[in-house]
């Protein structure tokens, strides 16, 4: 994926430490202080649709309890409400809603390090804590950026993108981080670690992808633009 830079300042590099995830348009975006919120069952529609189109197979939608609970923000911050795709307790691939960030505002764990914590190297193992995380941008420490395919689109026709994300016991996740890119590397040392659709299954564990097969997708992202 290619995303650039909208707006924010150059500041020193940092870590990762401040993430916000993109569900809306910029138009809700720039609303977000009245409040203005994109409902759950809008965005589970387009990305059981997108799914479908992008890897061939029709993923489940949230349960109604689910439904009931949340209601999803245009930028999805610490502790908030995401919607997910991952596989259930019963094997089943779908949309399901989790909480953003571990204990101590943690966002985000160093992809480089998974199988170096006692806790995300068991959440690995496990197939059934892995999902993806579908985004139309993201921010860190308040810098926006989004992706190049959907720069001139209307905000309706823009497409999700695909972060590598952990979800622990809790039904919390966090998103796996790599090394900043160009566009990125001048506000933060990390960025979230995307998934290219045509991977999206073998992430998932769906074709028994371990961790090490993460280095050719680590590889596989276009150059960035500013």
């Known amino acids: 994926p290619v995303f650039v830079s909208c707006s924010g300042s150059n500041s020193s590099p940092r870590s990762l430490a401040s993430l916000s995830l993109v569900w809306g348009s910029s138009r809700q975006e720039l609303t977000m202080c009245q409040a203005l919120v994109q409902t759950e069952v809008g965005a589970m529609n387009t990305i059981i649709d997108q799914f479908r189109v992008d890897c061939g197979i029709w993923i ?35 949309v399901a809603v989790s909480r953003f960030g571990w204990a101590g505002d943690q966002t985000s764990t160093m992809y480089e390090t998974v199988q170096n914590s006692p806790k995300t190297q068991t959440l690995w193992a496990d197939t059934r804590r892995r999902c993806l995380v579908p985004v139309k941008a993201f921010l860190v420490d308040g ?6 395919d959907n720069k001139n689109l209307d905000p309706s026709d823009q497409r999700f993108h695909y972060l590598a994300g952990l979800r622990d016991e809790n039904n919390r996740f966090v998103v796996l981080s790599s090394a900043a890119k160009e566009t990125v590397a001048p506000f933060s040392r990390r960025q979230p670690l995307f998934i290219p659709a045509e991977f999206a299954l073998e992430y998932l564990g769906t074709q028994g992808l371990s961790f090490f097969d993460l280095d050719h997708i680590m590889t596989y992202q276009v150059p960035l633009t500013a």
């Open 60 to 94: 489940g939608p949230t349960t109604s309890a689910e439904n009931e609970a949340a209601v999803q923000p245009a930028i999805c911050q610490y502790n908030q409400t995401c919607l997910v795709i991952t596989y259930d307790h019963t094997g089943e691939l779908r």
């Open 143 to 148: 810098v926006r950026f989004s992706f190049q």
